[in-house]
T-cell receptor
Framework: AQSVTQLGSHVSVSEGALVLLRCNYS??????LFWYVQYPNQGLQLLLK??????LVKGINGFEAEFKKSETSFHLTKPSAHMSDAAEYFC???????????FGKGNQVVVIP | EAGVAQSPRYKIIEKRQSVAFWCNPI?????LYWYQQILGQGPKLLIQ????????DSQLPKDRFSAERLKGVDSTLKIQPAKLEDSAVYLC????????????FGEGSRLTVL
């Protein structure tokens, strides 16, 4: 069965510093991978996704993620954190092409001025 | 473009009572999903509809949960009777199709069972 592991529920990062959120997946077939963001009192919003092709995927708000099959990873990065990046971030995987997503537990990102 | 609408936003009930949540997806979206998000966990898929047919309800506790999608548009999720462990945020999402389409989520309905 497909699954996602996100370690460290809370992540603190200084404003202007690198944001790195780790995601490792388990899938029996080539996966589709997603990162979603949830701002306070809002619904989940798609940041970026990998389906096929280029393994480095760029998303909204300066975020990007790289699919590494050998490491079964899809880590999310942003070179310079902004206060507006404070939110909860979820990694998700789908391996059946039917858009049924399995989500990780999420990372609550706190940006320190 | 209007987003996914859900109501009510908040609901507090006693255990063994019943509750219903309503979802109106984005116009034209054929696929609709209900997810359950318990505090500290990621969303878990409960049921997926394609138009008004059920694609997957394998994780829906059918002894107490039921869902329907009327005329392939609005959907209702019902819990009867509620248990303490049903306290969660119930998220509705929709997508144009079933294959790798972006899911658009509503703001969720927060249920507290006392």
């Amino acid at each position: 069965a497909q699954s996602v592991t996100q370690l460290g529920s809370h992540v603190s990062v200084s404003e202007g510093a690198l944001v790195l959120l780790r995601c490792n997946y388990s899938s029996s077939v080539p996966p589709y991978l997603f990162w979603y963001v949830q701002y306070p009192n809002q619904g989940l919003q798609l940041l970026l996704k990998y389906t096929t092709g280029a393994t480095l995927v760029k998303g909204i708000n300066g975020f990007e993620a790289e699919f590494k099959k050998s490491e079964t990873s899809f880590h999310l990065t942003k070179p310079s954190a902004h206060m507006s990046d404070a939110a909860e971030y979820f990694c998700a995987v789908s391996d059946d092409g039917n858009n049924r997503l399995a989500f990780g537990k999420g990372n609550q990102v706190v940006v320190i001025p | 473009e209007a987003g996914v609408a859900q109501s009510p936003r908040y609901k507090i009930i006693e255990k063994r009572q019943s509750v219903a949540f309503w979802c109106n997806p984005i116009s034209g979206h054929a696929t609709l999903y209900w997810y359950q998000q318990i505090l500290g966990q990621g969303p878990k898929l409960l049921i997926q509809f394609q138009n008004n047919g059920v694609v997957d309800d394998s994780q829906l506790p059918k002894d107490r949960f039921s869902a329907e999608r009327l005329k392939g548009v609005d959907s209702t999720l019902k819990i009867q009777p509620a248990k303490l462990e049903d306290s969660a945020v119930y998220l509705c999402a929709s997508s144009l199709g079933r294959i790798t389409g972006e899911l658009f989520f509503g703001e969720g309905s927060r249920l507290t069972v006392l």
